[in-house]
């Protein structure tokens, strides 16, 4: 099994380009979601999405942008690139139910923006 | 709304010794609560997770956590550490809703000393 499938492992962009990172899963999960990790601030929240057609806000969401127009994909825009948008980049999904809910996590994305 | 606090940012502990790291989370309903683990370079892995089941939770690795929902709290635990017991801890907190976000405490570095 795939899993999550998250490209491209490593970027690097210059001050005001544009990118997309892709993420894919093969579990029919309902949740999706876009984490930055960031050192001494664990994983923050960018987006998440809740099914097909349906994304939100998370913790934080200024500079990037998500859509969710199929179950299995759940891809991350950067509009236009900034320094403070350097981190590694996790997408994970999970399955709807909070009984089960755990998180399975894409091998993580490293962007570094000059 | 979900948050959780992970109310140490380093831990420092002798090999043989009991490990406890702290978890307080706030959550309007019950929540789910899970603990994640990620080595250095590494992804995150599961340890274990409460899903109002057994408050007593047994993880992977000898770990274990309970639940206190009298306290809001989500505590880690093992009897005595290994030195591959060395690694960023994250408490995770999702809402009763299958529409809730799923937030991450800010980690806790475990090191382990001979």
């Known amino acids: 099994n795939a899993g999550v499938t998250q490209t491209p492992k490593f970027q690097v962009l210059k001050t005001g380009q544009s990118m997309t990172l892709q993420c894919a899963q093969d579990m029919n999960h309902e949740y999706m979601s876009w984490y930055r990790q960031d050192p001494g601030m664990g994983l923050r929240l960018i987006h998440y999405?809740?099914?097909?057609?349906?994304?939100d806000q998370g913790e934080v969401p200024n500079g990037y942008n998500v859509s969710r127009s199929t179950t299995e994909d759940f891809p991350l825009r950067l509009l236009s690139a900034a320094p403070s948008q350097t981190s590694v980049y996790f997408c994970?999904?999970?399955?709807?139910?909070?009984?089960?809910?755990?998180?399975?996590f894409g091998e993580g994305s490293r962007l570094t923006v000059l | 709304a979900q948050s959780v606090t992970q109310l140490d940012s380093h831990v420092s502990v002798s090999e043989g010794t009991p490990v406890l790291l702290r978890c307080n989370y706030s959550?309007?309903?019950?929540?789910?609560l899970f603990w994640y683990v990620q080595h250095p370079n590494k992804g995150l892995q599961l340890l274990l997770k409460?899903?109002?089941?057994?408050?007593l939770v047994k993880g992977i690795n000898g770990f274990e956590a309970e639940f206190k929902k009298s306290e809001t709290s989500f505590h880690l635990t093992k009897p005595s550490a290994h030195m591959s017991d060395a690694a960023e801890y994250f408490c995770v907190v999702r809402g009763y809703s299958s529409a809730s976000k799923i937030i991450f405490g800010s980690g806790t570095r475990l090191s382990i000393r001979p």
């Open positions: 409460y899903t109002s089941a057994a408050t």
């Open positions: 999405s809740v099914g097909a057609g349906i994304t």
């Open positions: 994970a999904s999970s399955s709807g139910t909070s009984e089960s809910g755990e998180l399975f």
């Open positions: 959550s309007s309903y019950s929540p789910s």
